[in-house]
């Protein structure tokens, strides 16, 4: 049987192939894709979403909805540096050799009646203890569900949360992950919540990396529009990527969390305690977990099952046979 999942989203380009991954997996039925302000603005990342479904046109099409338009207490931080303006890697600015537009202008299609948060609670009504949530950017949507109805968002299968880092640094600030980060009030109470959640922090998906090279390759073979896609949406941060890491690539972080609600023995979890640093300073954001070694009823009860170690190759050959099945 196919999982039911919903994707919570900022597209970004690796949201933008974590979403393409989700859509050529028959082993996932995206249920809807919610959008939220993080990498780029809640109206941009529903345009990019809207751009990548357009592009793939799955039948039947997710549905689409609009999340929270900011933080919860913080102000919006963006990552356009990384992303391109658009947030996929400036498309709209690329020409065709007549000097027409490559991407159409992205568009606002109508409202959806729910907001994301009114949309999760309603599929949860629908399919109780049957849809897994794959969380890909900021916990702002996830958090005001369960101030709306926790009861109902407890009847979520698992919830799967790109974010953190456990035991590496952090690649927005020395202490903390982006998606954390952006809103880590958010994140502390998601992660008390009680909720079955898989955490896919830096530790793991720092691991998965498509090199320059083996991006031109995948995309050449891959079918159109979507090989034009792959190339033109990450040259910019692979371009970032070699000027502050010396590594023409990019990682897939994003991707690596659908990976996991299509295969979880990609990775190995641990189930550990951790919290989130709310308080402004230069660790907010930031994922502690505690490790000492000392007893364990010495320690929190474990809250969240974290991955920290990764079957990359095996990933990789996944991620590279659902964006290319003639490979």
């Known amino acids: ?27 996932l039925k995206v249920e809807a894709i919610i959008t939220v302000n993080g990498n ?26 609009r999340g929270a338009v900011q933080p919860l207490k913080k102000r919006a931080f963006r ?10 890697g400036d498309l709209d600015r690329l020409k065709n050799p007549d000097g027409s537009r490559r991407y159409p202008h992205a568009q606002l299609l ?5 907001d994301g948060t009114e949309l999760l609670l309603d599929l949860l009504k629908r399919y109780p203890d049957e849809l897994s949530l794959i969380a890909l950017g900021p916990l702002t949507n996830l958090a005001k569900a369960l101030v709306a109805d926790e009861k109902r968002v407890k009847r979520l299968r698992e919830v799967i949360i790109m974010g953190g880092a456990i035991r590496v640094p952090g690649n927005i600030t020395p202490a903390a992950e982006f998606n954390i ?13 009680g909720l079955p959640i898989t955490l896919v922090p830096l530790d793991v998906t720092e691991k998965v990396c498509l090199e320059s090279k083996q991006i ?30 010396g590594m023409a690539g990019i990682y897939l972080h994003d ?27 230069i660790t907010q954001g930031m994922t502690l977990a505690d490790l000492r070694s000392i007893r364990d009823d010495l320690k ?13 190759e095996q990933f990789l050959s996944l991620f590279k046979a659902r964006l290319c099945p003639r490979s």
């Not at 109206?43 to 046109?57: C, E, I, P, S």
């Not at 990609?266 to 305690?273: E, S, Y």
């Not at 474990?302 to 990359?312: G, K, Q, R, S, T």
């Open 110 to 114: 109508p409202h959806h009646p729910l």
């Open 181 to 193: 980060f952006v809103d880590p009030h958010a994140a502390h109470r998601v992660f008390k919540s």
């Open 1 to 27: 049987m196919q999982k039911r999942v919903i994707i919570d989203t900022d597209p970004g380009i690796d949201d933008a192939l974590a979403i393409l991954l989700a859509l050529l997996s028959p082993e």
């Open 216 to 245: 031109g390759n995948l995309a050449q073979a891959m079918e159109e529009p979507l090989g034009m896609f792959l190339s033109d949406s990450t040259s910019k941060t692979v371009e970032c990527m070699e000027r502050i890491r």
């Open 255 to 281: 991707p690596l969390a659908v990976g996991i609600a299509i295969h979880p023995s990609l990775v190995k979890t641990t189930p550990l305690h951790v919290d989130v640093e709310t308080r402004r300073g």
């Open 79 to 88: 990552a356009q540096s990384v992303h391109g303006s658009n947030g996929l």
């Open 300 to 312: 929190q009860s474990p809250n969240i099952h974290v991955a920290l170690e990764v079957a990359a």
């Open 40 to 65: 780029v603005s809640l109206v941009q990342a529903t345009k990019n979403a809207t751009l990548v479904l357009d592009l793939l046109d799955p039948k039947p099409r997710p549905i689409l909805a």
